[in-house]
Structure formats: C-alpha cells, structure tokens
C-alpha cells in the first residue's frame, strides 16, 4: 500500500465492521512456568477481596450483554489468562452465552489440564483452541490424552503450542512427531522475553535449526530479529481492542489510560493507521501484519486467524524441505534452480541484527557519556549495583516481577549473574542482561551498559507478616555482593 505524504491512511472499508477484542480474563492458573508472563497462579483469597479474574469483578450476563452491545458486523474475541477454562462454572455459563452470538468467532489460550465433558452440550463450531505443552507441568502421555479428549468433545484444537524454552527443547522430536502423527498441528513458538528469561536474546543453535526449519521467516524476523518500528504506520490500533479482567479497555497499542467497558463502552475506533508506539513490536502474529508498507508481509490486510497461521506455516516448512533438497545437489546446480527463492536462513538474519545492534548500541552508550553531566565516581566494592525496588506487597506464593543492575570494576568482566533470596530461600536466578544507559551515563563507562538484570520469581509459602528480598550479584569467580533489599509485606 503507497502512502501519500501527509494524509492519513485509512483502514480498508472491508475491516471497518469487524473488530478484534483481546480479552485477558484471568491471572489464575494451575501452572507455574519460568517462561510464563502471568503475575499469579493461585485462585481466590482467602480474605475476599477482588482477585485478578474477570468474574470477580462482573457476572458473565454482564460480559455477555456488553459484548453483545458492541456495533460490529464481526467480532474476533481472543480469550487468554492464566487458565481460562479453571473457573468452570462460570466459563460455561460464556460460552454458552457466546455460541449464541453468530457473529462471534472465538479463540482461546489454553494449557489444556481440565475435563472437556463438563462443556458437554454446548455448540463449539466456532470456539477454536490454541493448546500449549508444558513439560515441567504435565507428562507427555497425559498431555495427549486430554487432547485427544478436547478433540472428541467438539473442540477445534487449531494449534498446539510448544514454546523453545531451555528446559523443553530437549523434548522436542519426541513431541513434534507423536502430536503431528496424530493429526495435531505443532507449532515451534520462539519463547519470548519473559518470567525469569525476561532478559534473553541468545540463542541456541538447535533454537535456530528448529525455528527456521518450522516456523515462518515473517514470524522469526519479528520475535528474533526484532526491527525497530517506533512511528512507522500501523493499522493494528484501528483494529483491534485490550479489554482487562477488572474491564478497563483500551485501543491496542494505544492509549496510556483506559476506561472502562461497562460504564464507558469502548473508545472511538480509529478509522486509520496510527503510529508505533513502541520501539519494537511485541511480535505477535496478528499485530506486525498491521505495519502499513511492511516488505516481509505480502498478503492483503486481513483479521489474521490461526487458521491462516497454520496455513502460512505449513507452506514455509515446504519451502524450507525444497531449499534443503536444491542444497544437497552438485555445487551450483540447486543454486541455479533455486532462483528466485527469497527466503534468508535465519542464522544470516540473527547475524545481521546482532552487527546492526552492535553498532547502534556502542554508537548510543559513547554519545551518552560524552553528553552527560561528569562521572560519578565508581563504588569502592568490586561488585556493585542496585535493586530498583524498596517495596513490595504480595500475598504468600505470588508472582512478583523485579528489576535492578549489577556490574563489576573490572573492564569487560560483566557480573555472571543475580540470584534472588527471601526469607532464606533463594527464588530465583538471572543470568541474561539488558541495556541500562543511565549507569553508563552515570559512571562515564560504555563497558557497564548491559548490566540491567530483570524477571518473575515465584515467592515461596510465607505467613503474613515483613521479609527481605535479597539479590546478590555474583561474578564469574564466584565472588558477589549484596544489593539493597527489598521489604515484601506478605499481606495474604
């Protein structure tokens, strides 16, 4: 699509009737992945206050009435938590509420762990799942069972999750091959930033062959390559809302506050593309096809399905199988036919990115400490940081994120990594580092910017009552110190 300079683009008439609602409905989940971005993974409180699930806050007749309300054609709802479907008498009484709503297409997250017979009776023609795998939660054989259960009931499984964390990769043939001889689609998800890997960039060179033999070159370039898309045009505002548990709404992307759902209704749609807020896209499939003029996608704008997802993918894994078998010929002559073929390997794309961001990042940190005030001077202990937290508040067994940084004197000697303790008890562990530019700046030292350090960790049983979290920041010698603590008052 040509842009004309300085008029606005507007979205195609044939989108204007149809909307995608994100719905987050709960933080409750019977999970605890390290991967995982959810806060909580327990249910109620046992005092009665309002917890982070949608039918806390509202019955489901409220929900289905607003929804109802909504001036669309078309509605593509995505359900996501936590666990959606653990709150079972309520989650049946939605979905019996939706499958009365026709122009409603529903897509659900889901880890799968519940009894598919309690939805008995209910028409799920049009409610599709998309069930992830977690090795460290279920074994592969109760896995499989329940799905072939979800199936048997009715449920359209589009996609089967299997997300390249380091603890799962080593499961991967074994999983790919008893789900897709079985008629599942699997698909090979690039972990994202997140819980205690919310730091991580690199990857393993079996990550890479697995993404790039599976998944899309489109899908690896914005979760791996990740381009900088601040201010570039997108259509993904206009067409798309985020809808919270406790019914705050606002426009995808957009929007610094929300209003609420029930009392406000949703905020005027946009009828054209806005500009990206964020320096990068957060990749998800259906967002970066919203950028207006974006070269890596070449199909029509569109609400875009799992199903298209899964159509895409198998496509890419034939081209990758025909790339593979031109290689294998006589030097020259798989080239020579290959012609016309654009696709980059991803090794080649991960290389390119990584020099870009090289030179980007030296380029950033040097202008820092010649433009900023004068250098502080360094702490005295070899190792040294800080804990961004003073305090928190948490119940016992929440998910609580933190952040700081840590770093050592020495030049080109980074701090190997940060553990975190509370009450004794060490919760968890950082080992991937982030860009900090203010503590460059400060120190007047390029060497310390990738010294931010940052996660979810899982607090463990706990009374009521005050405890210290500790991080220590170790060197590669074994060596460390502590940084400053933070209070977390259990209040629950």
Same mark, same amino acid.
């Not at 609602?21 to 249910?43: G, K, P």
């Not at 985020?242 to 009392?263: E, H, P, V, W």
């Given at each position: 699509?040509?842009?004309?300079?300085?008029?606005?683009?507007?979205?195609?008439?044939?989108?204007?009737?149809?909307?995608?609602?994100?719905?987050?409905?709960?933080?409750?989940?019977?999970?605890?992945?390290?991967?995982?971005?959810?806060?909580?993974?327990?249910?109620?409180?046992?005092?009665?206050?309002?917890?982070?699930?949608?039918?806390?806050?509202?019955?489901?007749?409220?929900?289905?009435?607003?929804?109802?309300?909504?001036?669309?054609?078309?509605?593509?709802?995505?359900?996501?938590?936590?666990?959606?479907?653990?709150?079972?008498?309520?989650?049946?009484?939605?979905?019996?509420?939706?499958?009365?709503?026709?122009?409603?297409?529903?897509?659900?997250?889901?880890?799968?762990?519940?009894?598919?017979?309690?939805?008995?009776?209910?028409?799920?023609?049009?409610?599709?799942?998309?069930?992830?795998?977690?090795?460290?939660?279920?074994?592969?054989?109760?896995?499989?069972?329940?799905?072939?259960?979800?199936?048997?009931?009715?449920?359209?499984?589009?996609?089967?999750?299997?997300?390249?964390?380091?603890?799962?990769?080593?499961?991967?043939?074994?999983?790919?091959?008893?789900?897709?001889?079985?008629?599942?689609?699997?698909?090979?998800?690039?972990?994202?930033?997140?819980?205690?890997?919310?730091?991580?960039?690199?990857?393993?060179?079996?990550?890479?062959?697995?993404?790039?033999?599976?998944?899309?070159?489109?899908?690896?370039?914005?979760?791996?390559?990740?381009?900088?898309?601040?201010?570039?045009?997108?259509?993904?505002?206009?067409?798309?809302?985020?809808?919270?548990?406790?019914?705050?709404?606002?426009?995808?992307?957009?929007?610094?506050?929300?209003?609420?759902?029930?009392?406000?209704?949703?905020?005027?749609?946009?009828?054209?593309?806005?500009?990206?807020?964020?320096?990068?896209?957060?990749?998800?499939?259906?967002?970066?096809?919203?950028?207006?003029?974006?070269?890596?996608?070449?199909?029509?704008?569109?609400?875009?399905?799992?199903?298209?997802?899964?159509?895409?993918?198998?496509?890419? @894994?034939?081209?990758? $199988?025909?790339?593979?078998? +031109?290689? %294998? #010929?006589?030097? /020259?002559?798989?080239? *020579?036919?290959?012609?016309?073929?654009?696709?980059?390997?991803?090794?080649?794309?991960?290389?390119?990115?990584?020099?870009?961001?090289?030179?980007?990042?030296?380029?950033?940190?040097?202008?820092?400490?010649?433009?900023?005030?004068?250098?502080?001077?360094?702490?005295?202990?070899?190792?040294?940081?800080?804990?961004?937290?003073?305090?928190?508040?948490?119940?016992?067994?929440?998910?609580?994120?933190?952040?700081?940084?840590?770093?050592?004197?020495?030049?080109?000697?980074?701090?190997?990594?940060?553990?975190?303790?509370?009450?004794?008890?060490?919760?968890?562990?950082?080992?991937?580092?982030?860009?900090?530019?203010?503590?460059?700046?400060?120190?007047?030292?390029?060497?310390?910017? @990738?010294?931010?350090? $940052?996660?979810?960790?899982? +607090?463990? %049983? #706990?009374?009521? /009552?005050?405890?210290? *979290?500790?991080?220590?920041?170790?060197?590669?010698?074994?060596?460390?110190?502590?940084?400053?603590?933070?209070?977390?008052?259990?209040?629950?």
């Amino acid at each position: 699509m040509a842009i004309s300079s300085g008029e606005p683009v507007r979205l195609p008439p044939h989108l204007e009737n149809t909307v995608r609602i994100n719905w987050h409905l709960s933080s409750w989940c019977n999970y605890s992945c390290e991967y995982c971005t959810v806060a909580v993974f327990h249910q109620r409180s046992k005092t009665g206050k309002l917890q982070q699930h949608s039918f806390d806050y509202r019955p489901v007749s409220d929900w289905l009435d607003a929804l109802r309300r909504l001036p669309y054609d078309q509605i593509f709802l995505n359900i996501s938590g936590g666990e959606p479907f653990l709150d079972r008498k309520n989650f049946r009484e939605l979905l019996a509420g939706l499958a009365g709503m026709p122009h409603v297409r529903v897509n659900i997250a889901t880890n799968g762990h519940w009894d598919p017979s309690y939805f008995a009776g209910i028409d799920k023609s049009r409610v599709h799942l998309v069930v992830a795998w977690h090795p460290g939660q279920v074994t592969l054989e109760q896995f499989h069972a329940n799905l072939k259960r979800i199936r048997e009931a009715g449920f359209n499984i589009w996609v089967v999750n299997f997300v390249l964390a380091p603890e799962n990769i080593d499961r991967f043939d074994e999983v790919f091959h008893t789900l897709e001889n079985d008629g599942f689609f699997v698909n090979v998800s690039a972990m994202l930033p997140a819980g205690v890997y919310m730091s991580r960039t690199e990857r393993t060179e079996r990550e890479i062959e697995l993404l790039d033999r599976y998944n899309t070159p489109t899908d690896n370039y914005f979760k791996l390559v990740m381009p900088r898309t601040k201010g570039r045009l997108c259509f993904y505002p206009a067409m798309s809302y985020k809808i919270m548990y406790d019914g705050s709404i606002r426009r995808a992307c957009l929007d610094n506050t929300a209003q609420n759902f029930f009392t406000d209704g949703i905020p005027a749609p946009l009828r054209y593309a806005a500009p990206c807020e964020y320096e990068r896209c957060p990749g998800c499939t259906d967002m970066y096809r919203g950028l207006v003029d974006e070269p890596m996608v070449e199909d029509p704008l569109q609400f875009y399905s799992k199903e298209d997802y899964v159509r895409e993918v198998r496509q890419a @894994r034939k081209e990758y $199988r025909r790339s593979e078998r +031109l290689q %294998a #010929l006589p030097f /020259g002559v798989g080239k *020579l036919l290959d012609r016309g073929n654009r696709r980059v390997p991803l090794r080649e794309m991960l290389l390119k990115a990584e020099q870009d961001e090289e030179r980007h990042g030296a380029a950033a940190a040097s202008q820092l400490v010649t433009l900023g005030p004068a250098a502080a001077a360094l702490p005295q202990q070899p190792i040294f940081g800080r804990n961004d937290h003073s305090t928190l508040t948490a119940r016992s067994r929440d998910r609580i994120s933190i952040s700081g940084w840590a770093a050592t004197l020495r030049h080109g000697a980074p701090v190997h990594e940060v553990r975190v303790k509370v009450a004794g008890h060490e919760v968890g562990a950082f080992r991937n580092f982030f860009d900090r530019p203010d503590v460059a700046a400060t120190y007047g030292r390029p060497d310390l910017m @990738r010294c931010g350090w $940052r996660g979810m960790v899982y +607090l463990p %049983a #706990l009374a009521q /009552g005050e405890y210290e *979290l500790v991080p220590e920041a170790y060197d590669r010698e074994g060596n460390y110190s502590a940084l400053n603590p933070t209070k977390v008052t259990i209040s629950d």
